[in-house]
């Protein structure tokens, strides 16, 4: 008998105070991704938006797409023949002090995602 993998999703890590909730995923190569939510979220654009942007209760499942759109964009991150996750990516120390991705393309496509998301969104 096959046993189903793991899934590979932590869901609710800790709620920073009242307003911030952390949630988190790991992938199947074992790069671990947080998401922050605003849990008095953003005004809502539409009036499908209204009736789905209750943040009160979140549900693991709800941020699923969110979590594979972010791995998806780091994926196209990692195919891209110039980005050196040693020299440029995550843990990378600079004279700032700063680390991260500073890749202009994922940024972006990480802020789409953070805009776009909602609590019953299928697909981003």
Do not use: C
Not at 71 to 90: C, K, R
Request: hydrophobic share 40%.
């Amino acid at each position: 008998m096959l046993k189903r993998p793991a899934d590979h999703d932590f869901g609710f890590l800790h709620a920073v105070d009242d307003q911030l909730s952390l949630y988190g995923w790991l992938t199947n190569t074992g790069i671990k991704f947080i998401i922050a939510i605003d849990m008095e979220g953003r005004p809502a654009i539409s009036e499908k938006e209204a009736r789905n942007s209750t943040l009160l209760g979140i549900r693991d499942a709800d941020l699923r797409p969110a979590f594979v759109a972010v791995h998806e964009a780091y994926i196209g991150l990692l195919q891209n023949p110039f980005y050196n996750p040693d020299v440029l990516g995550v843990g990378a120390a600079e004279s700032k002090g700063r680390a991260g991705i500073k890749s202009p393309r994922f940024v972006r496509e990480i802020e789409r995602i953070g805009r776009t998301w909602y609590p019953g969104i299928q697909v981003i």
